[in-house]
C-alpha cells in the first residue's frame, strides 16, 4: 500500500515548487525573508517524496513509475521514475533544498529577495519536471522553462549592464543548442510518424518507450547529406547532443557560462553548477540507448567531452575572478561526464553509471565550491582573487569545506581502497574508461585529454585555494565567517562531498544499470550497440596499477605546482603571466572566444551582414511599393495640363479624337 | 397610324408631369416676390417626385407612341428613373441654393426641361427625336451652368460647355446624317433592319465614330471629355449634380439605343472603338483626379473613371454586363448627384463664412474638419466617396461588383484586371478627401445644416445604401432593362 | 445628274472649314458662326441623302436642325453677352482660370 | 437556440452605431466595454453550446439576399472560426479596458471603430458566402484606416494610405479570383451560387488547369497581402507602427487573411492543377518570412517597428504550417493564428505603455525601466518570452506543431525556420536587455508604471497565453476537427 | 491665333480626308433619278404631314426647346444692374 501512496505523490514533486514560485511571486513581499519559507518547504517536501522513491526503488529497480496524461493532439505530459531519475530527483532536490536555505542569509540584504525565491522555486520546479518527464517533448519544455529561470537568475540585478548582458548571452548561446535539440525532436517526430505509419490510438507519440521501440527503424533510415550517407538516428542524437552542448556548456557553447556568473553566487552554485548545466549529460544519459545504437554519435560524444574537458582547464589556470575559475571547472568536469557517456560506445550500459555518478558527486563539490565562494564574497565584498589571500584565517569554516570540495574535484584517494573523495570514486573510473577505449580501439586521444585535464584541474583548483586562503591580505577587506545557516549547509554538503562516493560507490553503478531494463522499457543494450557497429568489452577495474594511480599522481603535480608558486611563491609569475607572453594572452582571452563569436560572428556576419542585407532587401520592396504612389502623382501632374482652359484646344482635341479613333480603329480591324 | 388616346399618354405621365409643372412655375414664379419664391422649390420637387412615382409604377409596361418614335420600355423606364432621381436631389437641394434669389422659377424651369429631355431620350425610337431631345437638355443645362452671370468662373464653364457641346451635336447629326443616307430611315428598329451599306462601307466607321464623338461629349469619354472638369467646377454644384449624374446618363441610354439597337450589325467596330475609349477614360480619369486640389473637378475627374467603367458594358456586351452596366448608371446617380450636393453644402458654408479660402470655394482646404463642422455632410460625403471607390456595403460596391464580375464571365480577364486596379487607385484621392474631411483640424465653425441640402444628401445615402444593401429589386429592374437590349 | 458624292464631299469641306474655325477663331460671335456651319453643312448632308434616297424624313430632320440650330445660337449669344459684360471682351482663349 | 452567429455581427454593430452618438468619454467608454462585453457573452455562449469533435457547420442560418446573383445571407461557426472569434472577444474587452485613462479626441469614435471593427472581423470569420465574406472583408479596411489617420503617430497619414490602399488592391485582385470562381461553376452547373463551400466543392470539377491555378493564386493572393507575407508586407512596418496602440492590437487581431487561408485556399489546394508546386511556394514564402521578418527585426531601432516585423516573422509560421498540410501542421498554424493574436496583443500594449509613459519608442534612448515599471515589466516579459517560443506559453505550441509535423512534407523549409529561432531569441532579448535593463536613462525624467486598468488587462492576457500554453486543448481540438477534415480531402486527392 | 494654326488645320485635314475617304468609298444606294423638277413637284405637303404626324413627338419636344432656350437666352443675356 505504501508502494501505491508514493507513486500517487510523484507528480507532487515538481507541482509543490511550482505553487510555491506562485505564492511567492505573488505574495513575497509581504512575508517575512521575502517568502523563502514556501519554496524551502516546498522543496523539502520534493525531496522527501524523491528520496522515499529513490529508498523503494534501490531494492526493486524494475518496478519503475510511470504515469502519462495526454497533453494536446498525440502528445502526452507525465511522470516517469527510473533509478536514473530517482538519483536525480534525490540529487536536484537535495542540493537546491541546501542552497534555498543558504540563500535565506546569502540574500538577506537584498531588496528582490521574493522575485529572487520566486525565480529559484520555478528553477527547481522546472528542473524536477525535466528530470521526471517521461517523454522528449516534455524534456524539451523543462529544458527550456531551466533556460528561462537561469536568463532571469543571471540577470538578477538587471540593473548592472553587464548581468543584463551576460544573461542575454546564456539564453542566446544555449538557445542555439535549443534549436539544435529541437530540431532533432522535429526529425524524430517526423521519423516516428513515418514509420508508425500515422497516428496510433493510445500511444503517445514522443514517449521514451515509443521512442526506443522504434531504434532498429530509425537507424535503418538513412539521408544523404554532402555525398555522405548517415543514419537518421546519428542525425538526431548528435541533434540533441547539440542541446546537451549549449546547456552543458561543452565547446563550443561554452562561452556563456563564465559570464552567467554575473548572477548571484547561489544562483551559480544551483544552476550553474549542481543541476541544469547537467541536464545535457542527463539528456544523453536518458536518451543512452539511442546513442549507442547510431553510430558515431557516441565517439562525437567522448571527443567533444574530452576536448572541453581540457580545454576549460587551460583557461581555469589563468583566471582571476574566484567563480570564474569555478566555472571554468565545471565546464571541464561537465566534459568528463560528457566523455564518460561517450565511451558507452565500449563500456556500455556502465558509462551511464559512471558518468551520472560524476555528476551526483560534482553537483556535490561544485556547490559547495561556489557556497564557500560565495560565503567569501558575502563577506568580503570582492571576488577577485588578487584582492584577497588570508581568508582562511579570518574565515576557518568556509576554508576548510572549499579545501575539502578541491579534494574532491582534484580526485584524491587510493586507488584499490575505499579510501577516497566522492570525486576519485567518480572521475578516476571516467579516465580508466578513456584507457580501456584506447586499448581497445588503439586511440589514445579520450585518455591523453582526460590525464592532462586531471592534472589541470588540479592546478587551478589548488591555485585558487592557496591565492584566496593563505598568504596575507592583497587589499582591504573586512571579513568574518559566515552565519550558521550557511555554514551549516557547507558542512553537509561537505560531508557529502567527502564520503557519498566512497559509499555508494559499489550499488550505484549497479542500480543505475537497471535503468533500461524495467517495467517501462526493457531494451538489449548490447543488441542496440551492435546496430550502432559498437563493440561492447569488460568492465574497468583491471588495468595496469600504473594507470589505476596515474590520475592520483598527475593530480598530486598539480598540486604540488600550484603549492609552488601560490603558496611558497619559489617562482616569480611576473614575465610569464604577462599579455606579452602569447600563450597566456591567448589564454588570458580566452582564445578570443570573445572576438570570434560576439563581434565577428553575431555583430559582424549575422547583425553586419545578413541582417543589414535583408534590410536594404526591405527597403528596397518598400520602395516600389512607394513608387507606384510617386510615379502616379508624378505622372498625373503631368498629365493633368493637357487640360489646357482654351477652349479652341478643347475643339481641336475633339476632332483630333474623331480623326484618330477612325484610324485607329479602323488598322486594328486590318490587323486583327 | 394610330390616334393619341388617353391611354396611350398615359405612358407619358411622368414626362407631362414634369414638363407641366416646369410650366406651372414658370407661370406663378412671375408673379410671386423673392421671399415666396422658396415655394417653387417645393413644387417642383412635389412634381418630380410625382414622376417618380408614376414611373416606378409604370414598370414592366411596353408601348410604343407616337408612329414607333417613343417606345416605352424596361430600359427607358429605368433611366427615367435615374433622371428623377437626380432631378429629385438637385431640386431638394436648389430649394436652399434659390433661397433669395429673383430667378428661382428660371432655374426651376430649366432643371425641369433638362429632366424631360433627358427622359425623352431614354425613350427615343427615332433619331430625330434623339437628336431633338438630346438638344433640349444640352439647351437648358447650358444656361443653368452659367446660372451664376457674375461669377467668372460659372459663365467660363457655361462657354466651354456651349462650345464642345455645340461642336459635338454638329459631330453628332453629321453622323445621324449618314446613317440616314445609308439606310434611308431615323427610326431604330429600321435601321437595325437595314444595315446592309454601313456594315459593308467604310462610311459605317465614320458615322459610328462621329456619333460615339457625338454621345461621348455627354458621357464625357476621353477625349471629348474636355469640357467636363471645367464646367463640372465652375458650374453652381447643383447643376455640377444634374450634370455628371443626369446628363451623363443621357449619354449612355442615348448609346445604348443608338449602338446596340441600332447599329447592332457594326458591333466589332463600335466595341473595339469603345474598348479604346473606356480603357483611356477610366485610367485618364483617375491619374489625373489623383492630383486635383478643388473637390468639384476631382469628382469631375472620377465621373470620367466612372464613365469608363460604364462604357465597359459596350466592350463585354453580355447580359450580365449590360445588367451591370444599368444598375451601375443608377448607382452612380445617387453617388455623384449626392457628392455635388455635399460639395454644394460646403461652398454654401464657405460662402456664408469668412474664414475660409474663398476664391475656390470647393477647395480641398476649405474640407479641412469638415466631420466637425457639418458631421452629416462629412458623413455622407465619406459615404459617397467610398461608394465610388466601391467600398462594400454601399451602391458602388455593388455596381463594380456585378460590372467586373461579368467581365471575368466574358473571359476579359485583362480588362478586369486594369478596371480594378483604376478602382484601386481611385481610393487614393477618395481617401484623401476623406482624410480632409475628418483627420485635419477645422478652421471654422460649427454650422447647421440647412435642411434642404440635409434632405437631398440623405435621399441620396438612403438610395447609396439600399442599393448596397438591398440590391435585389434594383438589379431586376437592370436585367429587365438589359433584356430590352439583347 | 449630279453624284451624291459632290455633296457629300462639299458638306465634309463645309464641315471641315467649320472645325477649322472653331479651333482657331478667339472671338466667340465668329466660333458661333463655325459652328452654324458646321450644323448646316451637316443639314446639307441630310437634304442630299433625303433627294437620293427618296425618302422625306431628311428635309424634316433639317428643318428640326435649322430651328434647334437657331435656338442654340440664341443662348450661346446669351453666354456671350454675359461674359462681355464681365470682361469687356469675348475672346474666348482667354478665359482659362478653370484649366488643370 | 440564438442565432449566434448574426447575432455576434450584430451586437457590436449596434453597440458601434449608439456609441458614436455619445457625448462624453465616459459614455463611449461605458457604451463600448459594454458593447463588448455582450459579444464576449455571446462568444462565451457559443463556445459552451460548441461540438469541438466535428467538422461540421454549427450555428448554421441562411437568408436569400440577392437571388438574381445566388448571393445568400449565410453565416455559420466551426472550428476553424471560432477560436478566432473568441480571440476578438476577449481581447477587444481588454483593449477597452487598456485604453479606459487615456485622454484622447472624440472618445465616441474611437470606441465606435473599435465596435465596429469586432463587428466586421467577426464578420468574415463567420461569413459562409463570398459577398458576405468580401463585404465584411472590405468593411474592416475603414475602421483601421480611420484609426490610425486621428490617433496615430506622426506619419500615420502616409502609413494609413499605406495600408489602405495596398491591401484594398489585395481585396480586388482576390475579388477578381472569386468572380472566375464563381462563373467558372456557373457555367458548369448552371445555377448561381456565392456559397464559399459550395464554390469550393465545385471548383474539382473544372477542366483547365490553368484556369484553376489563376483562380487559386488571385485567391490566396489576396490572403497573403492581409497575413501579410514576405514581399508582400510593405504595408506592415509602416501601418502597425504608426497606428495607436488599439489599431495596432486591432491590426493583430484581423486575423482574417490566415482564416480565410484555411477556409478558402487549402481545400482548394489538392485541385489546382499543380498541388506540388503550390505548396512549395507556400512553404517558401513561409519560411522566408520567417526569416526576413526576423532578419528586419534584428536591425529595427523602434521599439514598435520591431514588434511590426516580428509579427511578420510569425505569420510565416501560419503559413509554413497550413502548406505542411498535415492535420497538426494545420492545426498548429490555425493555433498560431489565435496565440499570434494574444501576444501580439500584449507586445503593442507594452509597446504603447511605453510610448505614454517615456514619449520615445527607440530602443536605444530608453533603459532601465525595468525599475520604474516593474508590473509592465514583468508582463512584457511574459509576451516576449511567448513570442520568442518559450515552452509553456502560447507560441510554443504552435509552433511546435507547425514545425515537427510540416518537417514531413517541406524539410529544407522547416530547417530554415529552425535557424531562425535563435534570431528570433536574439531581438527580443537585445531589445528586453536595452529598453528594461541595465542603468535608468535619468533623462527620461520621473515616468509611472502602467495604471491598474492596463495591469488587469495585459495581465488578464497573459495568463490566457500562460493558460492556452499548458492545456491548448480546449482551442486546439476543434482546429484538429477541422483540419483532419481538410487534409483528409486533399490525402483523397493524393496530395 | 497665328501662332498655332498648324496643328488645326492638320486636324481638319485629317478630319475632311477621313470623311470624304468614308463618304466616297461607299457605294450609295441612290435613287436612279431624282424626282424632277422641284419647282413643279413641291414637298412642303409631304414635310408637313410627317412634321405633325410621324414627327409630332419631336415637334413636340422642339416647342419645349424654343422655350427652354428662350428663358435661358432671356435669363443669360438680362444685365441686371448689380454687377
Redesign the interface.
Known amino acids: 500500500m505504501v508502494k501505491t501512496a508514493l507513486e500517487e505523490f510523484a507528480f507532487l514533486i515538481p507541482i509543490l515548487p511550482a505553487l510555491a514560485f506562485v505564492i511567492t511571486f505573488f505574495f513575497g513581499k509581504k512575508m517575512p525573508a521575502g517568502g523563502a519559507i514556501f519554496p524551502i518547504l516546498a522543496i523539502a517536501g520534493s525531496f522527501v517524496i524523491s528520496f522515499m522513491i529513490t529508498l523503494r526503488m534501490l531494492g526493486n529497480p524494475e518496478e519503475v513509475i510511470s504515469q502519462s496524461h495526454?497533453?494536446?493532439?498525440?502528445l502526452n505530459f507525465g511522470v516517469l521514475i527510473d533509478p536514473l531519475a530517482a538519483v536525480m530527483l534525490s540529487m536536484v532536490s537535495f542540493v537546491s533544498l541546501l542552497i534555498h536555505i543558504y540563500a535565506v542569509s546569502y540574500m538577506s540584504h537584498d531588496p528582490g529577495k521574493p522575485r529572487y525565491f520566486a525565480e529559484t522555486a520555478l528553477f527547481t520546479a522546472a528542473m524536477l519536471s525535466l528530470v521526471l518527464s517521461d517523454n522528449i517533448?516534455q524534456f524539451?519544455?523543462?529544458?527550456?522553462?531551466v533556460g528561462?529561470c537561469s536568463?532571469l537568475l543571471i540577470?538578477f540585478w538587471?540593473?548592472?549592464?553587464s548581468?543584463?548582458?551576460a544573461?542575454?548571452k546564456a539564453?542566446?548561446t544555449t538557445?542555439?543548442g535549443?534549436?539544435m535539440f529541437?530540431?532533432g525532436?522535429?526529425?524524430l517526430?517526423?521519423d516516428l510518424?513515418?514509420l508508425a505509419g500515422g497516428f496510433q490510438d493510445g500511444t503517445y507519440l514522443l514517449r521514451f518507450d515509443e521512442i526506443f521501440s522504434y531504434i532498429p527503424q530509425l537507424s535503418a533510415l538513412q539521408a544523404n547529406i554532402f555525398g555522405f550517407e548517415i543514419s537518421h538516428l546519428t542525425i538526431i542524437t548528435l541533434l540533441f547532443f547539440g542541446g546537451a552542448i549549449g546547456k552543458s556548456g561543452q565547446f563550443p557553447l561554452h562561452v556563456w557560462l563564465p559570464d552567467a556568473m554575473e548572477g548571484p553566487t547561489t544562483v551559480s552554485a544551483l544552476i550553474h553548477a549542481a543541476t541544469m548545466v547537467t541536464a545535457g549529460v542527463y539528456l544523453v544519459a536518458r536518451t543512452f540507448p539511442m546513442f549507442i545504437a547510431a553510430p558515431d554519435s557516441l565517439m562525437v560524444v567522448a571527443y567533444l567531452g574530452g576536448f572541453t574537458a581540457l580545454f576549460a582547464g587551460t583557461m581555469g589556470i589563468v583566471m582571476n575572478d574566484l567563480k570564474r575559475v569555478l566555472a571554468y571547472s565545471t565546464i571541464s568536469q561537465l566534459g568528463y561526464m560528457m566523455l564518460g557517456l561517450g565511451l558507452g560506445s565500449v563500456i556500455g550500459l556502465e558509462a551511464v553509471g559512471v558518468s551520472i555518478f560524476h555528476l551526483i558527486n560534482h553537483a556535490f563539490f561544485k556547490a559547495l565550491l561556489f557556497l564557500c565562494a560565495g560565503s567569501v564574497i558575502h563577506a568580503v565584498g570582492t571576488q577577485d582573487m588578487r584582492e584577497l589571500g588570508g581568508v582562511g584565517k579570518v574565515m576557518p569554516i568556509t576554508a576548510v569545506t572549499m579545501t575539502i570540495a578541491a579534494l574532491s574535484l582534484a580526485g584524491f584517494g587510493i586507488p584499490g581502497t575505499l579510501i577516497g573523495t566522492s570525486g576519485f570514486f567518480s572521475k578516476d573510473p571516467i579516465i580508466e574508461a578513456a584507457y580501456i577505449f584506447g586499448e581497445h580501439s588503439n586511440n589514445w586521444i579520450p585518455y591523453l585529454f582526460s590525464i592532462a585535464a586531471a592534472f589541470l584541474t588540479s592546478a587551478y583548483i589548488f591555485r585558487l585555494i592557496f591565492m584566496t586562503f593563505t598568504g596575507k591580505p592583497r587589499s582591504n577587506y573586512h571579513g568574518h565567517e559566515s552565519p550558521a545557516i550557511m555554514t551549516v549547509p557547507l558542512a553537509i554538503l561537505a560531508l557529502f562531498a567527502l564520503v557519498f562516493g566512497g559509499l555508494t560507490r559499489t550499488g550505484f553503478m549497479a542500480f543505475l544499470e537497471e535503468t533500461f531494463t524495467n517495467s517501462f522499457v526493457n531494451l538489449n543494450i548490447g543488441n542496440l550497440a551492435g546496430i550502432g557497429r559498437n563493440e561492447l568489452i569488460g568492465t574497468t577495474g583491471n588495468e595496469p596499477l600504473l594507470i589505476l594511480w596515474l590520475p592520483l599522481i598527475v593530480a598530486l603535480a598539480g598540486l604540488a605546482i600550484a603549492f609552488l608558486i601560490y603558496y611558497l611563491r619559489v617562482v616569480k609569475l611576473g614575465p610569464l603571466a604577462s599579455m606579452k607572453n602569447p600563450i597566456y594572452r591567448l589564454l588570458y582571452k580566452r582564445y578570443y572566444q570573445h572576438e570570434i563569436y560576439t563581434e565577428f560572428l553575431?555583430l559582424g556576419i549575422?547583425?553586419g551582414v545578413?541582417?543589414?542585407l535583408?534590410?536594404v532587401?526591405?527597403v528596397i520592396?518598400?520602395s516600389?511599393?512607394?513608387a507606384f504612389?510617386i510615379i502616379?502623382?508624378g505622372?498625373?501632374?503631368e498629365?493633368?495640363?493637357?487640360?489646357?482652359?482654351?477652349?479652341?484646344?478643347?475643339?481641336?482635341?475633339?476632332?483630333?479624337?474623331?480623326?484618330?479613333?477612325?484610324?485607329?480603329?479602323?488598322l486594328?480591324?486590318e490587323v486583327i | 397610324m394610330e390616334s393619341l388616346t388617353m391611354g396611350n399618354l398615359m405612358f407619358l405621365a411622368p414626362e407631362i408631369a414634369v414638363v407641366s409643372t416646369g410650366l406651372i412655375i414658370l407661370l406663378i414664379g412671375v408673379f410671386m416676390s423673392p421671399r415666396t419664391k422658396n415655394v417653387l422649390g417645393y413644387l417642383a420637387t412635389l412634381g418630380v417626385l410625382t414622376a417618380l412615382v408614376l414611373t416606378v409604377e409604370s414598370f414592366g409596361t411596353n408601348a410604343a407612341l407616337f408612329s414607333g418614335t417613343i417606345s416605352i420600355d424596361a430600359l427607358s423606364q429605368f433611366f427615367k428613373l435615374v433622371f428623377l432621381a437626380v432631378a429629385l436631389i438637385v431640386s431638394l437641394a436648389a430649394i436652399k441654393y434659390n433661397e433669395n434669389s429673383d430667378h428661382t422659377e428660371e432655374f426651376y424651369t430649366l432643371v425641369l426641361f433638362a429632366t424631360f429631355g433627358m427622359m425623352v431620350v431614354a425613350s427615343a425610337n427615332d433619331l430625330i427625336l434623339l437628336f431633338c431631345a438630346f438638344e433640349l437638355a444640352s439647351l437648358a443645362t447650358y444656361a443653368l451652368a452659367g446660372f451664376e452671370k457674375q461669377n467668372a468662373r460659372s459663365l467660363e464653364g457655361a462657354m466651354k460647355y456651349f462650345i464642345i457641346g455645340s461642336v459635338s451635336a454638329a459631330l453628332m447629326l453629321f453622323g445621324i446624317s449618314f446613317v440616314y443616307g445609308a439606310t434611308g430611315t431615323t427610326s431604330i428598329p429600321a435601321i437595325a433592319a437595314n444595315p446592309a451599306i454601313l456594315t459593308g462601307n467604310p462610311i459605317g466607321l465614320v458615322a459610328i465614330v462621329l456619333l460615339i464623338a457625338g454621345f461621348g461629349f455627354k458621357m464625357a469619354l476621353v477625349p471629348f471629355h474636355m469640357w467636363a472638369p471645367d464646367t463640372y467646377q465652375g458650374s453652381p454644384s447643383v447643376v455640377s449634380a444634374l450634370l455628371a449624374a443626369g446628363s451623363k446618363k443621357m449619354g449612355f441610354v442615348a448609346a445604348f439605343r443608338v449602338f446596340i439597337l441600332a447599329l447592332a450589325a457594326l458591333q466589332p467596330d463600335w466595341q473595339l472603338a469603345f474598348t479604346v475609349l473606356a480603357v483611356v477614360t477610366m485610367t485618364f480619369g483617375n491619374v489625373v483626379a489623383v492630383s486635383q486640389t478643388s473637390v468639384k473637378r476631382m469628382l469631375a475627374y472620377s465621373s470620367l473613371a466612372q464613365a469608363g467603367y460604364i462604357a465597359m458594358a459596350f466592350v463585354v456586351m453580355t447580359p450580365m454586363a449590360l445588367t451591370g452596366s444599368i444598375f451601375y448608371t443608377l448607382a452612380h446617380a445617387f453617388m455623384k448627384a449626392g457628392a455635388f450636393i455635399a460639395a454644394a453644402a460646403v461652398v454654401w458654408m464657405v460662402s456664408s463664412g469668412k474664414t475660409d479660402r474663398l476664391d475656390i470655394p470647393d477647395h480641398l482646404d476649405n474640407f479641412k474638419g469638415l466631420g466637425k463642422r457639418m458631421p452629416f455632410a462629412a458623413l455622407s460625403m465619406t459615404i459617397f466617396v467610398f461608394a465610388l471607390a466601391g467600398i462594400p456595403p454601399t451602391a458602388g460596391f455593388m455596381a463594380k461588383f456585378v460590372l467586373f464580375s461579368s467581365t471575368i464571365q466574358a473571359g476579359m480577364t485583362w480588362l478586369a484586371v486594369i478596371a480594378i486596379l483604376n478602382s484601386a487607385l481611385s481610393l487614393f484621392y477618395y481617401a484623401r478627401l476623406v482624410k480632409y474631411m475628418y483627420f485635419l483640424p477645422p478652421e471654422g465653425q460649427k454650422i447647421r445644416m440647412p435642411f434642404p441640402y440635409a434632405a437631398a444628401l440623405l435621399f441620396a445615402v438612403a438610395g447609396v445604401l439600399a442599393m448596397g444593401l438591398w440590391p435585389e429589386p434594383f438589379l431586376q429592374w437592370a436585367m429587365e432593362a438589359a433584356k430590352v437590349l439583347v | 445628274m449630279i453624284p451624291l458624292v459632290f455633296y457629300l464631299g462639299l458638306s465634309a469641306l463645309l464641315f471641315s472649314i467649320g472645325i477649322y474655325g472653331v479651333m482657331t477663331h478667339k472671338n466667340g460671335i465668329r466660333m458661333i458662326m463655325c459652328i452654324e456651319l458646321m450644323l448646316n453643312s451637316a443639314n446639307l448632308n441630310l437634304v442630299a441623302f433625303s433627294s437620293y434616297t427618296g425618302t422625306l424624313n431628311g428635309q424634316v430632320f433639317a428643318i428640326f436642325s435649322i430651328a434647334l440650330a437657331a435656338a442654340e445660337a440664341a443662348v450661346g449669344f446669351a453666354i456671350f453677352m454675359a461674359i462681355y459684360r464681365m470682361h469687356d471682351k469675348i475672346n474666348l482663349d482667354e478665359l482659362k482660370i478653370l484649366r488643370w | 437556440m440564438l442565432p449566434v452567429a448574426s447575432l455576434l455581427i450584430l451586437v457590436p454593430l449596434i453597440f458601434a452605431a449608439v456609441t458614436f452618438l455619445t457625448k462624453t468619454k465616459g459614455q463611449a467608454a461605458g457604451l463600448g466595454f459594454t458593447g463588448s462585453l455582450a459579444t464576449l457573452g455571446l462568444a462565451i455562449y457559443a463556445y459552451l453550446n460548441f461540438e469541438s469533435s466535428t467538422a461540421a457547420m454549427q450555428f448554421f442560418e441562411s437568408m436569400t439576399w440577392i437571388p438574381s446573383l445566388g448571393v445568400n445571407y449565410s453565416v455559420g461557426i466551426d472550428g476553424i472560426s471560432m477560436p478566432l472569434i473568441l480571440l476578438n472577444a476577449i481581447v477587444i474587452p481588454l483593449l477597452i479596458l487598456y485604453s479606459w485613462k487615456e485622454d484622447r479626441e472624440s472618445p465616441n469614435r474611437f470606441y465606435g471603430l473599435i465596435l465596429t471593427m469586432e463587428a466586421a472581423v467577426i464578420g468574415v470569420f463567420v461569413a459562409l458566402d463570398f459577398v458576405v465574406f468580401y463585404i465584411f472583408w472590405e468593411l474592416t479596411l475603414i475602421p483601421l484606416f480611420f484609426m490610425v489617420n486621428i490617433w496615430g503617430g506622426e506619419k500615420r497619414a502616409h502609413a494609413s494610405y499605406k495600408f489602405f490602399i495596398y491591401t484594398h488592391v489585395a481585396s480586388l485582385i482576390m475579388l477578381l479570383g472569386i468572380f472566375g470562381l464563381f462563373y467558372a461553376s456557373w457555367q458548369q452547373t448552371g445555377i448561381p451560387t456565392f456559397g464559399i463551400r459550395e464554390l469550393i466543392a465545385q471548383f474539382q470539377f473544372f477542366e483547365s488547369g490553368l484556369l484553376k491555378d489563376a483562380i487559386f493564386l488571385s485567391i490566396i493572393f489576396g490572403f497573403l497581402a492581409k497575413l501579410p507575407t514576405f514581399p508582400f508586407h510593405s504595408w506592415l512596418p509602416d501601418a502597425y507602427t504608426e497606428a495607436p496602440t488599439a489599431g495596432s492590437v486591432l491590426f493583430i487581431l484581423l486575423k482574417i487573411g490566415g482564416y480565410g487561408l484555411f477556409r478558402i485556399s487549402l481545400p482548394m489546394l489538392p485541385n489546382t492543377g499543380n498541388p506540388e508546386l503550390m505548396i512549395m511556394m507556400l512553404g517558401m514564402l513561409g519560411s522566408f518570412s520567417i526569416l526576413y521578418g526576423a532578419l528586419v527585426a534584428l536591425r529595427q531601432k523602434d521599439l514598435k517597428r520591431m514588434i511590426a516585423y516580428s509579427s511578420l516573422s510569425h505569420m510565416g509560421y501560419v503559413i509554413l504550417g497550413a502548406a505542411g498540410l498535415v492535420t497538426l501542421s494545420v492545426s498548429g498554424a490555425m493555433f498560431q493564428q489565435f496565440s499570434h493574436g494574444l501576444i501580439m496583443s500584449i507586445l503593442f500594449m507594452s509597446a504603447g505603455a511605453i510610448q505614454t509613459s517615456t514619449g520615445t519608442r527607440i530602443i536605444n534612448d530608453l533603459g532601465g525601466l525595468a525599475k520604474k515599471m516593474p508590473k509592465l515589466t514583468v508582463v512584457m516579459m511574459v509576451g516576449f518570452m511567448a513570442s520568442l517560443g518559450l515552452p509553456g506559453l502560447t507560441g510554443f505550441i504552435a509552433e511546435f506543431l507547425v514545425l515537427a509535423f510540416s518537417y514531413a512534407r517541406l524539410p529544407g523549409f522547416v530547417l530554415i525556420a529552425l535557424l531562425v529561432i535563435v534570431i528570433t531569441a536574439a531581438y527580443h532579448l537585445w531589445a528586453m536587455q536595452r529598453a528594461m535593463f541595465g542603468v535608468y536613462n535619468e533623462k527620461l525624467g520621473d515616468i509611472r508604471d502602467i495604471n491598474s486598468m492596463q495591469v488587469f488587462s495585459m495581465a488578464a492576457i497573459a495568463l490566457l497565453v500562460l493558460y492556452f500554453g499548458l492545456n491548448p486543448s480546449p482551442v486546439l481540438n476543434m482546429m484538429i476537427s477541422n483540419s483532419e477534415a481538410i487534409v483528409s480531402l486533399a490525402a483523397a486527392l493524393g496530395v | 491665333m497665328q501662332t498655332n494654326r498648324l496643328l488645326p488645320f492638320l486636324v481638319s485635314l485629317l478630319f475632311v480626308a477621313v470623311v470624304v475617304i468614308g463618304a466616297f468609298g461607299t457605294s450609295w444606294n441612290t435613287v436612279s433619278e431624282l424626282p424632277g423638277n422641284p419647282a413643279d413637284q413641291s414637298n412642303i405637303e409631304g414635310i408637313g404631314m410627317l412634321i405633325f404626324t410621324q414627327y409630332a413627338a419631336p415637334f413636340e419636344v422642339l416647342s419645349v426647346v424654343l422655350l427652354a432656350s428662350l428663358i435661358g437666352a432671356i435669363y443669360m443675356a438680362k444685365g441686371e444692374g448689380n454687377k
Open positions: 495526454s497533453w494536446f493532439a498525440v517533448l524539451f519544455v523543462s529544458w527550456e522553462l528561462l536568463y540577470g538587471f540593473e548592472k549592464p548581468a543584463a548582458a544573461a542575454k539564453f542566446l538557445r542555439v535549443d534549436v529541437l530540431t525532436i522535429i526529425i517526430t517526423s510518424l513515418k553575431s549575422v547583425y545578413i541582417a543589414f535583408t534590410q532587401i526591405d520592396i518598400d516600389i511599393v512607394e504612389g502616379t502623382v505622372v498625373s501632374e498629365l493633368r495640363k493637357v487640360q489646357t482652359g482654351v477652349v479652341q484646344n478643347y475643339a481641336t482635341a475633339v476632332i483630333a479624337g474623331v480623326g484618330l479613333l477612325i484610324i485607329l480603329v479602323k486594328i480591324m
